[in-house]
């Protein structure tokens, strides 16, 4: 079965400056290439096609890493092929921007961390945000919705104003699976969970939201069981067309490798239709990012 990696990080600390990382432990806040991932891969899985996500690189370095990765697609060694690149979809001058780097057909979309404490709640409702997600339509191009797991209602209704434009929901709304999987949770975990699903389904009811099943980070030891229910659940509210599979490496190496999420996703929905299978680690992947 071919499998195709939509949510891939890399970056050399050599030639970008990632100021995020300053906060982060020594898991994170190194250098990762290609040759690391595919290490983090180990030998008993193949990944056929790739796509690149922005890094949240400084703001002076933004058009140096669209560059470097558009050349890094051109390679035809190696397995990345399109790519998600950053945007500041607040400013008026968003739309000149896009314009330039989406003349080449490796660009497949557009990214906002949204997650981070320099994005207030509510910035991708704000009226420029909104137009600018609409004219991605235009050129082809998808939004990437990474929000805090509190703020997937201001993404669903960014989505409902926006229906023409393809949205994909990156890792599964950053939810917490300890909590989602937990066997007794106090009345806030529960709540915390019926609040995700709710707006998981409601998203996953719209034409043009798509969700990435990735981003479970466990805190502890963790199992299949952890990430069973929380798969689960997204494959539930998106449906079998609508899922796509995503490593988000390496920031997965906070809890396991490439390897084991790999290893433990496709014992999850072993007992699934192959065609299902074929739709989550592949064929939606092609269709939503023109692979």
């Excluded at 990345?80 to 968003?94: C, M, P, R, V, Y």
């Excluded at 990474?146 to 990156?170: M, S």
């Excluded at 709304?173 to 949770?185: F, H, L, Q, T």
Aim: overall charge negative.
């Amino acid at each position: 079965m071919e499998i195709i990696d939509t949510h891939l990080h890399i970056w050399d600390l050599d030639k970008f400056s990632l100021p995020w990382l300053d906060d982060e432990g020594e898991i994170l806040n190194r250098t990762y290439l290609l040759e690391d991932y595919k290490k983090s891969l180990g030998e008993n899985y193949q990944i056929s096609k790739a796509v690149y996500v922005e890094v949240d690189s400084a703001q002076d370095q933004k058009d140096k890493e669209n560059e470097y990765i558009i050349d890094v697609c051109n390679d035809p060694d190696k397995v990345i092929e399109g790519a998600i690149i950053s945007g500041d979809l607040t400013q008026k001058e968003f739309k000149a921007y896009i314009d330039k780097y989406a003349k080449s057909d490796r660009i497949k979309g557009v990214r906002q961390v949204l997650h981070v404490p320099s994005a207030v709640a509510g910035t991708c409702l704000l009226p420029e945000f909104i137009e600018n997600v609409k004219y991605l339509e235009s050129k082809d191009l998808v939004f990437e919705g990474c929000v805090r797991n509190g703020e997937l209602g201001d993404l669903y209704e960014l989505a409902k104003q926006c229906p023409d434009t393809t949205i994909v929901l990156d890792h599964m709304g950053i939810v917490d699976p300890d909590i989602i999987s937990k066997k007794d949770p106090t009345i806030q975990e529960q709540a915390y969970k019926e609040k995700w699903k709710h707006y998981l389904n409601q998203m996953g009811n719209l034409p043009n939201v798509y969700c990435k099943i990735s981003g479970l980070n466990p805190k502890g030891e963790w199992d299949v069981e952890t990430l069973r229910e929380p798969v689960n659940i997204a494959i539930e509210a998106f449906g079998e067309d609508k899922i796509i599979f995503a490593s988000n490496f390496p920031v997965l190496h906070v809890a396991m490798s490439l390897e084991e999420w790999l290893k433990a996703l496709l014992e999850i929905v072993e007992d699934r239709e192959e065609t299902m299978k074929q739709k989550l680690f592949g064929d939606n992947a092609k269709r939503v990012y023109k692979l």
